[in-house]
């Protein structure tokens, strides 16, 4: 009974891992198609982008703190019902500012569906099965990204941009299906109370920072990331002070494992995540391939840490995270430094071996790192530890975005990206990427530094 009710709980939670990846590869592809349909400069069309990343990073971690409070099935439902909803909003949007305003809600409801499966997956399986289970899980998140470019290429080429949305309000509602079938609850710090100032300071934070960065060329842009900086110190010392914090700062202070593989963590993900979105404006603007063909190139990476993530989650069940994990990091950063020397004749191999071996370490990285991250809590800091790790990722990812924003609005400002300005573009990506390698680099100290892994069940 207790293997079945597992499998039911693994499936589910695997297909919750799978939708939001799915969401964010498919539209990046589809970009360029957006942007011709609704005639956005490239500012804009960055927040169709950055509006799903921003508002996922910005709620994921009271979410995390949510979930332990009300309940992790039932904020994960909720989530993925939110999910669905503007889903079918985004396919129905009819300007740009419909469609941002869908894809915050987007971000909102996944970072409810984020936090919840790691959780649910911890609480469930013991140290043992627990690498396996998440590497299981992270397999998905993968097989989102693989699938992502390539099925969101042939959509848009075939059916328009809007039936990727449509495709995935259908497979959200057979998630919401199965999610029924779940009918134990998790919620260990049930009636304790919610940091809502500390969660409004944190949201704070972000907005300005990453609008500043997406507006550096304005008055307006330095300013709102001194805001957004002036705001993260105020947010440390809150959390520190508050009684029931969204970000546990004692247990950061003395758990060093948690401390630098987050870190680790939000180094990765600040490093590498821009790289589907910066290509596939690469492979369409700059090569002229069509969404399909950008998207069959894309998929060489996310299909490498689909096949690699289990394994390496199964070796950190034997071997120190630590080791594994940076191994990734550094064959991770070798990887990305291919990418500094694209050019308008860079060959389709060259491209596809770098994203071969990013997706190798990259696979290497996330499962040994999430395995350490999860297993060296108590059981009580289950749903906050997946909050800090989901905030690391999303605040990670934001940041790439971000920094690929900031870039994009220095060389090319507010114009349409178009064929006309294919070299202030090419320029722009060789940028970001000498900024994404020398982070990832940073980021195999961090990876280094963890120490071993100290074993809860």
């Known amino acids: 009974m207790e293997s079945k009710f597992n499998k039911i709980i693994l499936i589910a939670t695997s297909l919750g891992a799978f939708i939001v990846?799915?969401?964010?590869?498919?539209v990046n592809i589809a970009l360029p198609s957006i942007s011709k349909d609704f005639v956005m400069n490239s500012v804009v069309l960055n927040w169709i982008a950055l509006s799903f990343i921003l508002a996922n990073a910005i709620f994921i971690l009271p979410f995390g703190r949510l979930a332990d409070i009300l309940g992790r099935k039932k904020l994960l439902l909720c989530g993925m019902s939110a999910f669905t909803l503007s889903s079918l909003l985004c396919g129905l949007s009819f300007n740009p500012a419909m469609l941002i305003i869908a894809r915050t809600l987007q971000g909102i409801s996944g970072a409810a569906i984020a936090v919840t499966v790691l959780s649910i997956l911890t609480s469930v399986f013991p140290v043992g099965a627990r690498g396996k289970a998440l590497g299981l899980n992270v397999a998905m998140t993968y097989m989102g990204l693989s699938i992502g470019p390539f099925l969101g290429g042939l959509l848009t080429k075939y059916l328009g941009w809007r039936s990727i949305f449509f495709f995935i309000t259908f497979i959200g509602v057979i998630v919401i299906i199965s999610l029924y079938n779940i009918k134990q609850e998790w919620s260990e710090a049930k009636g304790e109370k919610f940091d809502y100032i500390g969660s409004a300071i944190y949201g704070i934070s972000l907005i300005g920072i990453i609008t500043g960065f997406s507006i550096i060329r304005t008055t307006w842009g330095p300013l709102f990331i001194f805001i957004g900086l002036v705001s993260i110190i105020i947010f440390g010392f809150f959390e520190s002070k508050a009684s029931h914090p969204i970000l546990n700062m004692t247990l950061l202070k003395n758990n060093r494992i948690l401390t630098f593989s987050s870190l680790a963590?939000?180094?990765?993900y600040s490093a590498t995540f821009a790289?589907?979105?910066l290509?596939?404006?690469y492979l369409q603007y700059n090569k002229g391939y069509d969404p399909s063909q950008a998207?069959?190139?894309l998929i060489a990476q996310p299909i490498v840490m689909t096949l690699f993530s289990p394994l390496a989650g199964k070796l950190s069940d034997k071997i120190e995270p630590q080791k594994v994990a940076s191994l990734g990091m550094i064959i991770t950063t070798i990887g990305l430094s291919f990418f500094i020397f694209l050019k308008e004749s860079t060959s389709i191999h060259y491209i596809i071996t770098a994203l071969l071996i990013l997706g190798f370490g990259f696979a290497l990285f996330s499962s040994p790192n999430t395995n350490a991250i999860m297993s060296s809590v108590d059981k009580k800091y289950y749903g906050i530890t997946s909050g800090i790790l989901g905030a690391s990722r999303s605040v990670g990812q934001t940041l790439s975005m971000g920094i690929a924003s900031l870039v994009l609005a220095v060389y090319i400002g507010n114009e349409q990206i178009s064929s006309g300005n294919a070299a202030n573009l090419l320029k722009s990506i060789r940028v970001t990427f000498i900024?994404?390698?020398v982070l990832c680099f940073a980021g195999i100290f961090a990876s280094l530094a963890r120490g071993k892994m100290q074993k809860n069940i």
């Open 21 to 26: 990846p799915f969401m964010t590869s498919s």
């Open 265 to 268: 963590a939000l180094t990765s």
């Open 275 to 277: 790289l589907s979105y």
């Open 279 to 281: 290509l596939s404006l």
């Open 295 to 297: 998207g069959l190139i």
């Open 435 to 437: 900024i994404l390698t």
